[in-house]
C-alpha cells in the first residue's frame, strides 16, 4: 500500500536512534453476535496534533498509575477499559471481559511511538455509544467492509494498523467468530517504512522489503 506519508500527523525521527514506544491499549468494540459484524469507530478531534481527524478504535496510552500497579498484561486491559469509558461511554464489566487480538507497534523510523495491544469486547447489552466532544467527535458503528469503502473513496481518514484490522476482521462472518479468533499472546507486529523517491511506503514482515 503506497502513501504520501508514513501515516497522518507521524513524522520520520531525525534522531540517531529510534525513540521507546509507549505503551498503549485498543478497545474493538463488536456487536451482531452470531448473524453480523459491525465495530464501533470514533473520529479524533480533527485540532488535535497527533492523528486528529482520523477514524480510530477507542484506545490509549497505559498512565503510570496502570503500570505501576497491575502485572503482565492487566495494565493494558485497565487503560483499555478505561479509555473505553471516556471516549465512547462504553462501559465494559471488567479486563476479563477482553479478548487478545493483536500487538502494533509504530515503526522505528518514526518519531512518536507506541506498543499497542490490540483487544476485542462484545458490545454490552443496551450500549449507546457517546463521545466526549473534546477528543472524540464522532461515533459509529460499521462493518469493516463499509469502513473499508468508505477509507478508499476518500470519506474516512484510516492510519494503518486500524486499516489492516479492519481488513483482518473482515475475514469473519460474525461478531462470535471474530472473537472466538482472538486470545492467547499475539506476537508483535513491527512494520518498517522505507522511503523510495520521495514517497513512504509502509511494508510488514514477510513482504518484499522488509
Not at 11 to 35: C, H, K, Y
Not at 102 to 123: G, H, M, N, Q, Y
Request: aromatic letters at 6%; a negative charge.
Amino acid at each position: 500500500m503506497r502513501i504520501d506519508r508514513p501515516a497522518l500527523s507521524e513524522e520520520l525521527n531525525a534522531a540517531p536512534e529510534p525513540s521507546t514506544p509507549r505503551q498503549a491499549a485498543t478497545v474493538v468494540v463488536l456487536r451482531g453476535g452470531p448473524d453480523t459484524l459491525e465495530v464501533l469507530m470514533v473520529q479524533r478531534n480533527p485540532e488535535q496534533r497527533f492523528m486528529g481527524g482520523a477514524w480510530v478504535f477507542p484506545g490509549g496510552a497505559v498512565d503510570a498509575h496502570e503500570a505501576e500497579q497491575a502485572p503482565g498484561d492487566l495494565a493494558h486491559r485497565r487503560a483499555a477499559v478505561r479509555e473505553l469509558e471516556e471516549e465512547a461511554s462504553v462501559v465494559l464489566p471488567g479486563p476479563d471481559a477482553l479478548v487478545t487480538y493483536s500487538r502494533w507497534v509504530t515503526p522505528e523510523a518514526i518519531k512518536t511511538r507506541f506498543d499497542t495491544r490490540f483487544f476485542l469486547a462484545a458490545a454490552p447489552e443496551g450500549t449507546e455509544p457517546r463521545v466526549d466532544g473534546r477528543e472524540c467527535v464522532d461515533v459509529r458503528w460499521l462493518a469493516p467492509a463499509d469502513a473499508i469503502a468508505a477509507y478508499g473513496r476518500g470519506e474516512l481518514v484510516l492510519v494503518f494498523p486500524t486499516l489492516k484490522t479492519l481488513e483482518d476482521l473482515g475475514r469473519h462472518g460474525s461478531a462470535d467468530a471474530a472473537l472466538a479468533a482472538g486470545g492467547g499472546d499475539p506476537e508483535a507486529i513491527i512494520p518498517r517504512v522505507l522511503i523510495e523517491q520521495g514517497a513512504a511506503r509502509v511494508v510488514l514482515p514477510g513482504e518484499p522489503g522488509y
